[in-house]
């Protein structure tokens, strides 16, 4: 739609004068800078000088193909990804929801995965595997499956049932194996099967080094949507690939001369880790923790990762831990606003709310899941009664 792709190679996150060829995909990371303790991420670098900035004056609409000059090369057909609303909230002037949770698989991940199982195609792989109990695993296996290739999805026995059955719609192969384990049986599928990971390999994460590519049409549709760039975004945080893979797309656009600014980046995470806040605390590159009981299993994390200490700082921004009575609090209120999202996907809003600070400019809280994906989803105990009348009515509006 908009010309091929201008990526050039691959950049090292902990080194940026260490480049690598774009092809293969750094799977483990920067192997010149990285140690035992503290892995870093490469990211993808483009020639900008040949990018047309009037790519930046369509319309946001579906498919990551219309931001192809500054992307990774697409090899996988679209579903449809991208394109999803803004909402400005009722009650919170300035204060709106980007809606993820109207991509295809109803999550965020579908921009990763576009651009991560085109890596995997483009590798020439046989198949793909992830590790992931929730909209990872989903938007893989969808992705998988319009890519012609075969999904394996490690998950874990306490994954949500309907999530699985959404995986397996997609026919990937959904092994529940214990957290533990997860990750080196992964090892083994890339290692003796050959199949291409979209997940994390590495002591602490780095992830796909293509797939964080595909967050930055996030900010390129906040900044045609708002017509100005945002003073803030929120964003869930687990790895940080989305929250880094904005505020790239943010920089890039004040690199092209398009925006003259960017926004201060907030890591939103369950305050029961929160390995970003305790990265952040003790100037570290980024931080393993140990994590407590949440409903937020999908931003969960024991694990952080530099993209997001990274995007913190060189943006101004903090970490916001968040109880799980605010993420609840924070879901009540989108809820009431028409708005259903994971537990995880409040995570944006309860860190605004939390912060309980006033901004000069529009806020965007990024909405990453739909409700369907939490685990408690389908539990309540409903009050069922047969030939119900008016009394009934009357009794349920007053409950």
Not at 48 to 60: C, I, K, S, W
Not at 165 to 178: C, D, E, M
Not at 277 to 304: F, H, K, M, Q, S
Not at 340 to 349: D, R, V
Request: charged share 20%; proline share 8%; aromatic share 8%.
């Amino acid at each position: 739609m908009n010309g091929p792709s201008l990526a050039t190679c691959q950049r090292s996150l902990g080194d940026p004068s260490v480049t690598f060829p774009l092809w293969p995909p750094q799977l483990l990371g920067c192997p010149g800078t990285s140690t035992d303790e503290i892995a870093y991420p490469v990211e993808v670098d483009y020639d900008y000088a040949r990018v047309d900035t009037a790519l930046f004056g369509q319309e946001p609409g579906p498919d990551l193909a219309r931001w192809a000059p500054l992307l990774p090369p697409l090899r996988v057909p679209t579903l449809g990804e991208g394109g999803t609303p803004l909402l400005e909230l009722d009650g919170l002037p300035g204060v709106h929801l980007k809606d993820e949770s109207r991509n295809p698989t109803w999550s965020h991940k579908d921009r990763l995965n576009r651009v991560a199982v085109s890596a995997a195609v483009g590798a020439g792989a046989p198949g793909v595997v992830v590790s992931s109990s929730g909209n990872h695993g989903a938007s893989a296996a969808a992705y998988a499956a319009r890519a012609g290739l075969p999904a394996i999805v490690l998950a874990s026995a306490g994954s949500p049932p309907a999530v699985q059955s959404f995986v397996r719609a997609y026919g990937a192969k959904v092994l529940t194996v214990p957290e533990e384990d997860r990750w080196p049986l992964m090892r083994q599928i890339v290692d003796r099967l050959g199949y291409h990971p979209v997940s994390n390999l590495t002591v602490t994460h780095t992830g796909h080094p293509f797939g964080a590519e595909g967050y930055k049409t996030i900010a390129y549709e906040l900044f045609a949507q708002l017509g100005r760039v945002p003073a803030a975004v929120f964003a869930p945080t687990g790895y940080a690939e989305m929250l880094y893979g904005v505020w790239k797309g943010f920089t890039e656009l004040r690199r092209l001369g398009v925006a003259q600014s960017a926004p201060r980046m907030f890591a939103c995470e369950p305050a029961v880790g929160a390995p970003h806040a305790r990265a952040l605390a003790t100037g570290a590159p980024a931080a393993i923790v140990e994590t407590g009981p949440t409903g937020a299993y999908g931003i969960a994390c024991t694990v952080g990762g530099h993209r997001g200490v990274r995007a913190v700082c060189d943006s101004g921004g903090e970490a916001v831990p968040v109880t799980d009575a605010e993420l609840l609090a924070a879901r009540e209120v989108l809820a009431g606003q028409g708005l259903w999202q994971e537990l995880s996907g409040a995570a944006g809003l309860a860190g605004y709310r939390r912060l309980g600070r006033e901004f000069d400019g529009p806020v965007v809280c990024v909405g990453t899941s739909s409700g369907f994906k939490d685990i408690e989803t389908g539990r309540e105990r409903v009050s069922v009664r047969e030939n119900a009348g008016l009394d009934d009515v009357l009794r349920a509006l007053s409950s």
